[in-house]
């Protein structure tokens, strides 16, 4: 009796599982089907083109995908230092009474929905940036700001977490040589946390470009490439959103399920390299 | 009472009446501690858990300093004619002279040759010959370098536990300290790595001087000039260590040394 529930258990498990598996690569056929008009008639130029002319036509995804790239990479370079620095205070520096306090406080800003930092930004955060460095304050540099503040929480979480995980005894054994706490942060508990620290980078990294609301906000959605970041531009998520009420024709309605599809082998090689990082740490350590 | 021999070779440490508590702790951990420490020994420390052996050890180089809350409410420990005790010694400076080696080997995230020469670095040597030179004598005198000589640029995580416990000695013995503590430096390593980590201890001795905190009363009887019995936070007996196994003063001694408790 007990056998054949273990049975019925592990064989309803397994379905489960494949079930996801099955959903995956659902989302990826239709996505796959629906490009297939834009992939025939745009061709690889598609990639290439930077002219976005529905009424022409003319489908060119390089803004949305550069717009896409260049606010995730402005988001990073902001996010980064930031959240390292938050993290080392949390673990290495801050008093055991503040640790938990602020540690939670920056689990919380985790969970703000990314639509409130959208509003947040375009209402309070735009005429900042458009006082400060000219420009119309809607454009990739307010969407770099942005995103940057919303995967700061995640980082910092993360990357204390993988410090915690240093040994007490390796840190005491740098100390016991007359290091100070600079030396031991930067020779002992950065590498050891190293995998863990850039895991956590490239999952926010997923997060960032995949983002839709908070940057829908404040992008601009504009399909130019421009040197200048405080111009309006576009991304692939923001386009998505704005244009798919719009679509009247075959192809547009196809070009749209092709960036849709660009995003999804972005964020599924992030993911990959992301994960191959954690296995190797958890191979390493184990 | 407890009782302590008096020592003829001239003293590295004394330790003098120290008290020590631990953050939160409602009784002290360390009571009335006067211990001398004879200078280019080894001076084993044994009892049993939680009787205060590592502690005591741990105040040497002030390492409970690393945590917030912990008081030395009593007492000194003088080293080179100081009380370093003292809230202004300088613990840098006090900790490249008296260097610790952990229960567990503890190879920073680096290779083999930057591991030892990353107290000489901190200390602020560049120069490449010199840097050369004096990582090969540690690794000499901690006798790994027939080992390691070859694979230098290695990630040291790659040796084994005992390779990377005699590393960790070389480490240690690279900036040259004038007093050396083991924390149950063979806790964690097979017998055959043990035996080699004897034998280091009982060579370093010529050098410096060594003070080790250790489960195995065996193991203080190989290798130690002194052996110190502590009991609840108390030291109960100092004296020779060939002496103390065979004809110890204090009952309490003798029923650890013959295994009434423990």
Known sequence: ?286 | MATIINIPEAKAIQVNNLEFTYNGAPEPSLIDITMPIAKNSVTALIGPSGCGKTTLLRAFNRMHDLYPGHTYNKGEILFEGRNIIDPKEDLINLRIKIGMIFQKPTAFPMSIFDNVAYGLRLQGTKNKTELNDRVEKALKDAAIWKETADRLKDDANGLSGGQQQRLCIARAIAVEPDVLLFDEPTSALDPISTQGIERLVTELKEKMTIIIVTHNMQQAARVSDYTGFMYLGELIELGKTEEMFVTPKERLTNEYITGKFG
Do not use: C
């Not at chain 1, 240093?166 to 942060?185: F, H, Q």
């Open chain 1, 1 to 286: 009796m007990t056998m054949l529930f273990d049975k019925i258990f592990a064989h309803s498990t397994r379905i489960i599982a494949i079930t996801v598996l099955l959903v995956v690569a659902a989302i990826f056929t239709i996505l796959f089907q629906e490009s297939l008009l834009s992939i025939q008639s745009n061709g690889f130029a598609f990639l290439s083109d930077t002219k976005w002319a529905p009424n022409l036509e003319k489908f060119g995804a390089l803004p949305s995908i550069m717009g896409s790239i260049i606010s995730t990479f402005l988001a990073m370079i902001l996010a980064i230092p930031v959240a390292i620095g938050v993290a080392i205070f949390l673990s290495e520096i801050a008093y055991e009474r503040l640790k938990a306090p602020i540690g939670i406080s920056i689990e919380l800003l985790a969970a703000i929905p990314s639509v409130v930092y959208g509003m947040w930004g375009l209402f309070y955060f735009v005429p900042i940036v458009r006082d400060i460095f000219g420009g119309m304050g809607i454009g990739m540099l307010t969407a770099g700001i942005v995103l940057s503040i919303m995967i700061l929480p995640f980082m910092a979480a993360v990357t204390r977490d993988a410090m915690n995980t240093t040994p007490d005894i390796l840190k005491e054994s740098a100390y016991a040589l007359g290091a100070t706490k600079w030396n031991v942060v930067k020779d002992v508990i950065i590498p050891y946390a190293k995998a863990g620290i850039i895991g956590s980078l490239i999952l926010a990294l997923g997060r960032a470009i995949g983002e839709t609301m908070a940057v829908t906000f404040v992008m601009g959605n504009v399909h130019k490439i421009s040197m200048d970041i405080t111009q309006p531009a576009t991304s692939i998520p923001v386009t998505l959103a704005n244009e798919f009420t719009e679509a009247d024709s075959d192809l547009y309605y196809s070009s749209l399920f092709e960036l849709a599809l660009i995003l999804l082998v972005i964020s599924f090689v992030i993911i990959a390299v992301a994960k191959s990082y954690f296995l190797r740490r958890t191979r390493r350590t184990s």
